[in-house]
């Protein structure tokens, strides 16, 4: 990271708005929007499509070694292409969804994905979401935000989203795999979820949107790193 390179990191939970507020924020400040919870899906999609399993740590690094992750910047985010392909929404589709977490755990896998996040600086200042942003990708940046709500709060907002794309709503379901993701997050041994050192906590419930973009704003504001 250079020193006209300024990382916002934005980490937390499932369903927490980090997608939401982070796009707003970069949107907000002028910066590049990345989601790099799509760079674990793109690598979850490729093994569904290919038949992986997904627990298998040998043949999901085998792939990594043979695959291409091309990084692209569009419309303001950072995307990628896997092999040529862009896997678009299906990396939105629960085959995905219900895998991600297994992919996610694996030490070559984030090895992997911490590289591609840390060359992303090369496309300027960026507003980056996940989990482990502010602990791994980039501890040294003094923008970490941990973003949480209650999980019932997470939960509706998930499936709203679900309804959206897929025409199904089920609360409780929901409810229930964020619970199970949440305890695979920050049980896992590599990189596991946590509140970064130094990370301002923001709990979005009965916040709205525009109240927790405007926090990070007004912070970026006061230490120089936007335009005021």
């Given at each position: 990271?250079?020193?006209?390179t300024?990382?916002v990191?934005?980490?937390?939970?499932?369903?927490?708005?980090?997608?939401?507020?982070s796009r707003?924020?970069?949107?907000?400040?002028?910066f590049i929007y990345?989601?790099?919870?799509?760079?674990y899906?793109?690598?979850?999609?490729?093994?569904?499509?290919?038949?992986?399993?997904?627990?298998?740590?040998?043949?999901?690094?085998?792939?990594?070694?043979r695959?291409?992750?091309?990084?692209?910047l569009?419309?303001?985010a950072v995307?990628?292409?896997?092999?040529?392909e862009?896997p678009?929404?299906?990396i939105?589709a629960?085959?995905?969804?219900?895998?991600?977490?297994?992919?996610?755990a694996?030490?070559?896998?984030?090895?992997?994905?911490?590289?591609?996040?840390?060359?992303?600086?090369?496309?300027g200042?960026?507003?980056?979401?996940?989990?482990?942003?502010g602990?791994?990708?980039?501890?040294?940046?003094?923008?970490?935000?941990?973003?949480?709500?209650?999980?019932?709060?997470?939960?509706?907002?998930?499936?709203?989203?679900?309804?959206?794309?897929?025409?199904?709503?089920?609360?409780?379901?929901?409810?229930?795999?964020?619970?199970?993701?949440?305890?695979?997050?920050?049980?896992?041994?590599t990189?596991?979820?946590?509140?970064?050192?130094?990370?301002?906590?923001?709990?979005s419930?009965?916040?709205?949107?525009?109240?927790?973009?405007?926090?990070?704003?007004?912070d970026?504001?006061?230490?120089?790193a936007?335009?005021?």
């Amino acid at each position: 990271m250079n020193k006209q390179t300024t990382i916002v990191a934005v980490d937390g939970p499932s369903a927490s708005g980090k997608s939401t507020v982070s796009r707003r924020t970069a949107q907000a400040v002028g910066f590049i929007y990345v989601d790099s919870g799509a760079l674990y899906r793109g690598i979850t999609w490729k093994c569904v499509k290919e038949g992986i399993d997904v627990k298998d740590s040998q043949a999901v690094t085998n792939l990594l070694i043979r695959m291409n992750m091309e990084l692209v910047l569009k419309d303001g985010a950072v995307g990628y292409r896997i092999d040529g392909e862009d896997p678009g929404q299906e990396i939105r589709a629960e085959p995905v969804r219900e895998r991600v977490a297994d992919i996610a755990a694996q030490q070559s896998v984030r090895v992997y994905i911490v590289e591609k996040l840390r060359m992303m600086t090369k496309f300027g200042s960026l507003v980056m979401e996940g989990r482990d942003i502010g602990t791994v990708v980039f501890p040294d940046t003094p923008f970490k935000y941990y973003l949480d709500a209650d999980p019932e709060e997470r939960a509706r907002r998930r499936a709203a989203e679900i309804k959206v794309q897929e025409g199904t709503e089920d609360v409780g379901a929901v409810l229930s795999s964020l619970r199970r993701r949440d305890q695979k997050d920050s049980s896992r041994a590599t990189a596991p979820l946590q509140i970064a050192l130094g990370a301002k906590i923001i709990n979005s419930t009965g916040m709205t949107i525009e109240q927790v973009v405007d926090t990070i704003v007004a912070d970026l504001k006061a230490a120089g790193a936007a335009p005021a």
